[in-house]
C-alpha cells in the first residue's frame, strides 16, 4: 500500500499481491467476525488471482481460531473449480459444500 514501482508489473501480478494484501486483512479481522453463527464471506477476484487458495487458508485459519468454516464454492462458469476447493477442504480436513450433497438432503 502507498508503494510504487519503478516498472510496470504485468496485471496477473498486481492482481495477486492484492489478493494478498486483503487475505492479510480478513485474517486480521477473523476473530472480530460475529459472534452467532453463520457467517458468511464472499472471495471475489479476477481469474487466476488466488480465490480458491484464500478461501482455504481463511478456513483453516478460522478453524484455528474455533470457528467452524464449511467450504461452498460457487464458480459456476468453472467447474473445476469446485473440484480444486473440495481438494483442498480434503487436504485441510474441512468439508467443502458441493451440489451432490444437495440431491441427498
Known amino acids: 500500500m ?16 492484492f489478493t494478498m494484501i ?5 485474517y486480521k479481522q477473523a476473530p472480530r467476525c460475529s459472534r452467532s453463527p453463520p457467517v458468511a ?16 487458508k ?3 485459519h478460522l478453524r484455528k481460531k474455533g470457528r467452524r468454516p464449511l467450504l461452498v464454492p460457487t464458480d459456476i462458469y468453472r467447474p473445476a473449480a469446485i473440484d480444486q476447493l ?9 468439508e467443502a ?8 438432503l
Open 2 to 17: 502507498g508503494e510504487t514501482f519503478s516498472r510496470a508489473l504485468p496485471a496477473s501480478s498486481l492482481s495477486r499481491s
Open 22 to 26: 486483503c487475505a492479510a486483512r480478513l
Open 41 to 56: 464471506v464472499l472471495l471475489v477476484g479476477l481469474q487466476g488471482s488466488g480465490k480458491t487458495t484464500t478461501a482455504g
Open 58 to 60: 481463511l478456513a483453516l
Open 86 to 94: 473440495v481438494k483442498i477442504g480434503k487436504q485441510i480436513n474441512i
Open 97 to 104: 459444500f458441493t451440489m451432490a450433497q444437495m440431491k441427498t
